[in-house]
């Protein structure tokens, strides 16, 4: 079964510094994984994908995403910080059907 | 181009009550998908729908019906409101091995 963990309900950082957002997949075949951010009262806004080719992503706001087949993982980074970053952050993989199956979210906490 | 749009933003229910939520595309996805938000549990998939005239069960169907009869809209039914359907509902859409868009959400209380 396919399934996403975001092990960390809250990561906070001080703005400027870099980022981590942890994400780790179980998927069969080639995993599709995606991330997205939510800001409050809104849906989901895309961020990056990872589908074949180049481990490291980069995707919209800066942000970009390293994906490790062996330690089946693709956390979210980003080298510096700012406190409009501040959301929740969600983790997904799609299976070979087309379903999405997400993470329960991380907040991210920027302080100035 | 407006995306996609989700109908109505906010309603409250009584328990027993029915409602229906409408989501429209207006990008020609093939898929479209419903999905509860409530907190520390993330998106769950209600119902997907993997073409017009078509739908299939999520994670977690039950008390949900839906209805795909024409391409761009995709509703999700409650026949019998209960409180454990108070959630944020999202829909999306999209196409094979592409990103998701989302809808802005509805916000639904049972009371």
């Known amino acids: 079964a396919q399934s996403v963990a975001q092990p960390e309900d809250q990561v906070n950082v001080a703005e400027g510094n870099p980022l981590t957002v942890k994400c780790t997949y179980s998927?069969?075949?080639?995993?599709?994984l995606f991330w997205y951010v939510q800001y409050p009262n809104r849906g989901l806004q895309f961020l990056l994908k990872y589908i074949t080719g180049d481990n490291l992503v980069k995707g919209s706001y800066g942000f970009e995403a390293e994906f490790n087949k062996s330690q089946t993982s693709f956390h979210l980074k980003k080298p510096s910080a700012l406190v409009s970053d501040s959301a929740l952050y969600f983790c997904a993989v799609r299976d070979i059907f087309n379903k999405f199956y997400f993470g329960s979210g991380t907040k991210l906490n920027v302080k100035p | 181009n407006a995306g996609v749009t989700q109908t109505p933003k906010f309603r409250v229910l009584k328990t027993g009550q029915s409602m229906t939520l409408l989501c429209a595309q207006d990008m020609n996805h093939e898929y479209m998908y419903w999905y509860r938000q409530d907190p520390g549990m993330g998106l769950r998939l209600i119902h997907y729908s993997v073409g017009e005239g078509t739908t299939a069960k999520g994670e977690v169907p039950d008390g949900y019906n839906v209805s795909r009869l024409k391409k761009q809209n995709f509703l999700l039914g409650l026949e019998s409101a209960a409180p454990s359907q108070t959630s944020v509902y999202f829909c999306?859409?999209?196409?094979?091995?592409?990103?998701?868009?989302f809808g802005p959400g509805t916000r639904l209380t049972v009371t």
């Open positions: 998927v069969s075949g080639n995993p599709y």
């Open positions: 999306a859409s999209g196409e094979t091995g592409l990103r998701e868009y």
